[in-house]
């Protein structure tokens, strides 16, 4: 589909969906994180059980999006986490959130909800 509204609203609904399904399912963290071809479900998990929340992973796909949808919904998953992760983790995220706003091609530009969803996140982690 071409990108617009009615992809986003698409694309929540799957989000939506695996987010509830993740809540109910006995999940192993292990397969979660190889979830290389359906990324999108296992963020979707990660926000609906933070306590499977991988912070290097959600931190690799902000850096690296497929989309602007994808990196939205890992910034939220990481939001989720923020309170379940070590201090190490916090420091290492919140250097990762940094060095993507600084770089000239983020996708993370001003006047963004992923911009404002990052800057809330770098708030949360300090």
């Given at each position: 589909?071409?990108?617009?509204?009615?992809?986003?609203?698409?694309?929540?609904?799957?989000?939506?969906?695996?987010?509830?399904?993740?809540?109910?399912?006995?999940?192993?963290?292990?397969?979660?994180a190889g979830y290389d071809?359906?990324?999108?479900?296992?963020?979707?998990?990660?926000?609906?059980?933070?306590?499977?929340?991988?912070?290097?992973?959600?931190?690799?796909?902000?850096?690296?999006?497929?989309?602007?949808?994808?990196?939205?919904?890992?910034?939220?998953?990481?939001?989720?986490?923020?309170?379940?992760?070590?201090?190490?983790?916090?420091?290492?995220?919140?250097?990762?959130?940094?060095?993507?706003?600084?770089?000239?091609?983020?996708?993370?530009?001003?006047?963004?909800?992923?911009?404002?969803?990052?800057?809330?996140?770098?708030?949360?982690?300090?």
């Amino acid at each position: 589909m071409p990108p617009g509204p009615d992809r986003t609203y698409r694309m929540t609904l799957v989000l939506t969906r695996a987010r509830n399904l993740g809540r109910q399912a006995v999940v192993d963290r292990q397969r979660l994180a190889g979830y290389d071809g359906q990324r999108i479900v296992a963020i979707a998990v990660m926000q609906g059980r933070p306590e499977l929340a991988d912070a290097t992973a959600l931190t690799g796909i902000v850096r690296d999006s497929r989309s602007a949808f994808e990196q939205y919904a890992a910034l939220e998953a990481l939001q989720g986490a923020v309170s379940r992760l070590s201090p190490e983790q916090r420091r290492t995220v919140g250097e990762a959130m940094r060095a993507e706003l600084s770089k000239p091609d983020t996708r993370l530009q001003p006047g963004t909800d992923r911009y404002r969803l990052a800057q809330r996140l770098l708030s949360a982690l300090a």
